[in-house]
Nanobody, 124 residues
């Protein structure tokens, strides 16, 4: 059984930065694409970013491109999301997703494992 545990969320002012971490345990996910999704109040969960197992093929939602950076450390079985220039509209629960082994990995249904989420609140 795989467990994904996110950390690093919190309250930050607009323009600030946060770094989210997602640690996997129970099984290595180093051979799989990992991703981040988010869900704002009253909205559906949406894709944010994903990274191949090699650390390459980074892909971002247009809304975060140029501000967020996804990375991974396979030795630590951990994925990161560096979030800079945060905006109030980035306020959401951020979820780590793992275990995608198909092309794309932009859809929730393509991931096998999910974390419990971490709250990010950006004040104006």
């Amino acid at each position: 059984q795989v467990q994904l545990v996110e950390s690093g969320g919190g309250l930050v002012q607009a323009g600030g930065s946060l770094r989210l971490s997602c640690a996997a345990s129970g099984r290595t996910l180093r051979s799989y694409t990992m991703g981040w999704f988010r869900q704002a109040p009253g909205k559906e969960r949406e894709f944010v970013a994903r990274i191949w197992w090699t650390g390459g093929s980074l892909y971002y939602a247009n809304s975060v491109k140029g501000r967020f950076t996804i990375s991974r450390d396979n030795a630590k079985n951990t994925v990161y999301l560096q979030m800079n220039s945060l905006k109030p509209e980035d306020t959401a629960i951020y979820y780590c997703a793992g275990g995608c082994s198909v092309n794309g990995c932009l859809e929730e249904s393509q991931y096998d494992y999910w974390g419990q989420g971490t709250q990010v609140t950006v004040s104006s």
